[in-house]
C-alpha cells in the first residue's frame, strides 16, 4: 500500500489558496499543492524530467497532473520525495465535492496561452 503524501500535518505553518498562487514562477519560488499539503519545489525543477509540466502547476495544485500520469501516484518514492519539499499545510478544507463543482480539479489555464 502506498503511503500518500499531502495529509494535513499538525504543527505546520498554513498557507492560503492566495499565499500559493503567488508563488507561481522561478522568481517567487515554485509552490504546489497535493490534497492539503504545500510544497516549495522550486529546487526539485532541475531534477524533474518533465520540469516544463511541472512549471504548468506553480502556484496551483499538482493532482490534475497527477490523475493523468498515474504513475506518480504509484509510486511510493514519488510520495516520499513530495514530502521532503513540504512546507506547510493548505489552510481550510475541500468544502465542494465533485458533484458539486465537476471541474475544480481542473488545471489552472497557463498565462502564456
Do not use: C
Not at 501516484?73 to 458533484?99: C, F, M, P, V, W
Amino acid at each position: 500500500d502506498i503511503k500518500e503524501a499531502g495529509g494535513k500535518i499538525d504543527g505546520l505553518k498554513e498557507y492560503s489558496v492566495e499565499d500559493v498562487k503567488s508563488h507561481d514562477r522561478i522568481s517567487t519560488r515554485v509552490w504546489v499543492t497535493y490534497r492539503e499539503g504545500v510544497y516549495d519545489v522550486t529546487d526539485f525543477l532541475p531534477l524533474h524530467p518533465g520540469a516544463d509540466k511541472l512549471l504548468l502547476a506553480a502556484g496551483g495544485s499538482i493532482e490534475p497532473f497527477w490523475s493523468i500520469l498515474a504513475v506518480h501516484k504509484e509510486n511510493q518514492a514519488i510520495h516520499d520525495r513530495l514530502e521532503s519539499y513540504r512546507i506547510g499545510n493548505l489552510k481550510g478544507t475541500k468544502t465542494n465535492s465533485i458533484e458539486d463543482d465537476p471541474y475544480q480539479w481542473e488545471p489552472m489555464r497557463n498565462s502564456r496561452l
